[in-house]
């Protein structure tokens, strides 16, 4: 095949992945504002869930479903391949997840959501396989967080009556949510804008002022939303892809060893602040001295401490994914009544901390799967640092967030959050970026697979191997004949 011919091959190929770049990111769009967007625009306080309740978007969901498993279909050559390069453990929890409708203490409602969750799963193989290229991921969600944020500050100033929330409470009254249902939606949608444009600005990608603008909005949004923890996850976030993207040359083998003890550092301050481990406390000690507030930052550890209570009752498989907390306030005949009861009346809602969440839901396996998950989603982002530094310096700042968020919000792996989808779509990016790097080092596409260096040598380098000068010094006989 001619070298010409190669590049028509190419060009074509190119030509068929980007036709479905519209369609794909669209898909994104959808699951991101399906969730934020109060049901019926009503911003009246009386919504508590997202659009799912109307006709018209359960249609569109089937139809994100359809056009996303017709894409995989069209590309199925590629789903094997992909598959065995995803976070396992990424897998494991979605089939655990599935699995739990076995032993759920409220099947209706975790079918609902695992429902969602593998309509949702045929969308993230679509984008990471249809319309490739390395900044797919940011292709993907930046627009979409960016339009969110920017909708929410004209809506904020145009109609504060509706954009912020008016509640007595002090963590609440004249916090923004803008055109999100609550403050903390916002803050994560804003959280993730300021991650991406600050990496963009860092990348140079889309042009610096562009890039500060959209930063500068996002970091606006955070702070108005008063959303502590997503602006502390943030700015970590945007610190760590500094320092892995402008260290010197000769620092940038130490910045994986300590991104992977800065993430440990996070998942044990999340174990000290659970009691999972007694006396593990006394080593964040110096925490309250220093920031003046317990280990929660919220006094949030009476929840915390009624869900353990709750955990001790199925501690190994959990009570089923997403079956325990109502949207509304439970009834007597439901299992978080007792919450109520214990909490003198008020009701969270939540867990507010993610890894004490998947605890309570899938219990100890679900929390080891997540750990797993958290763990080789890292060192997926640290072997793409390799080769592309800016793109695994972005992973590893998303996964700090993530790993920060979640010690105040349930957002790990959950279907009804918007985090999930910003992070499966990165799950399912990382992988495909790493089988592409793959492919560059091994072109001929022999050579990744275990015990594939016992191949034989290609032609070229076995011609090469041959046709060395007699006078070579790395030969002993140089010069004999």
């Keep these: 095949m001619t070298a010409q011919s190669r590049r028509s091959r190419m060009s074509s190929a190119s030509r068929r992945e980007t036709g479905f770049s519209f369609l794909t990111s669209a898909m994104a769009w959808f699951m991101i504002l399906v969730i934020v967007i109060p049901g019926n625009l009503d911003y009246s306080g009386v919504a508590q869930e997202g659009v799912e309740g109307n006709p018209v978007t359960r249609a569109l969901w089937f139809a994100i479903f359809g056009v996303g498993v017709i894409i995989v279909l069209m590309q199925m050559s590629q789903v094997p391949r992909l598959l065995r390069q995803l976070n396992v453990f990424y897998l494991l929890f979605l089939a655990l997840a599935v699995a739990s409708l076995a032993w759920s203490i409220d099947r209706e409602l975790t079918g609902r959501k695992l429902v969602r969750m593998i309509m949702m799963c045929s969308a993230f193989l679509a984008i990471a396989i249809a319309a490739w290229h390395p900044r797919r991921f940011q292709e993907a969600i930046r627009p979409v967080v960016t339009a969110v944020v920017f909708a929410s ?3 904020a100033l145009a109609r ?4 912020l929330h008016h509640e007595l409470n002090a963590e609440l009254i004249n916090a923004w949510h803008g ?3 609550t403050k903390n939606q916002l803050g994560s949608v804003a959280s993730f804008a300021f991650i991406l444009w600050t990496h963009a600005l860092l990348a140079k990608e889309p042009g610096r002022v562009k890039a500060f603008i959209g930063a500068s909005a996002a970091m606006l949004c955070l702070i108005m939303s008063r959303s502590e923890t997503s602006t502390i996850a943030s700015v970590l976030a945007a610190i760590a892809m500094v320092l892995m993207t402008r260290t010197p040359g000769s620092m940038r083998r130490q910045m994986p060893f300590l991104t992977t003890g800065l993430v440990m550092l996070i998942l ?3 174990v000290a602040m659970l009691n999972v481990v007694p006396g593990l406390q006394i080593l964040l000690a110096p925490i309250p001295m220093i920031t003046g507030k317990d280990l929660t930052f919220s006094n949030r550890a009476q929840i915390w401490a009624v869900v353990v209570e709750h955990i001790r009752y199925r501690p190994l498989l959990g009570s089923g994914y997403g079956a325990f907390w109502l949207t509304n306030a439970p009834t007597p005949d439901k299992e978080s009544y007792f919450v109520i009861q214990r909490l003198s009346g008020f009701y969270p809602g939540s867990s507010h901390n993610g890894y004490l969440q998947i605890l309570n839901d899938l219990g100890a396996v679900g929390l080891i799967f997540l750990l797993g998950y958290v763990m080789v989603f890292l ?4 072997r793409l640092y390799a080769t592309d530094r800016t793109q695994g310096a972005l992973f590893v700042g998303l996964l700090l967030q993530q790993a920060t968020l979640n010690l105040q919000e349930p957002n790990w792996l959950n279907a009804i959050i918007v985090d999930f989808v910003p992070m499966s779509i990165a799950t399912t990016c990382l992988a495909r970026a790493l089988l592409e790097a793959k492919s560059r080092t091994n072109p001929t596409g022999q050579g990744m697979a275990r015990g594939a ?9 076995q011609r090469r191997r041959l046709i060395r000068p007699a006078s070579s010094p790395l030969r002993p006989d140089s010069g004999r004949r």
Excluded: G, K, M, T
Aim: glycine share 0%; net charge positive; proline share 15%.
């Design 153 to 155: 500050i004209v809506f």
């Design 160 to 163: 504060p009556d509706l954009a």
């Design 179 to 181: 055109v999100c249902l």
């Design 268 to 270: 044990l301050y999340s």
């Design 379 to 382: 060192r997926q982002s640290v």
């Design 453 to 461: 260096r016992w191949l034989p040598r290609p032609p070229a380098l």
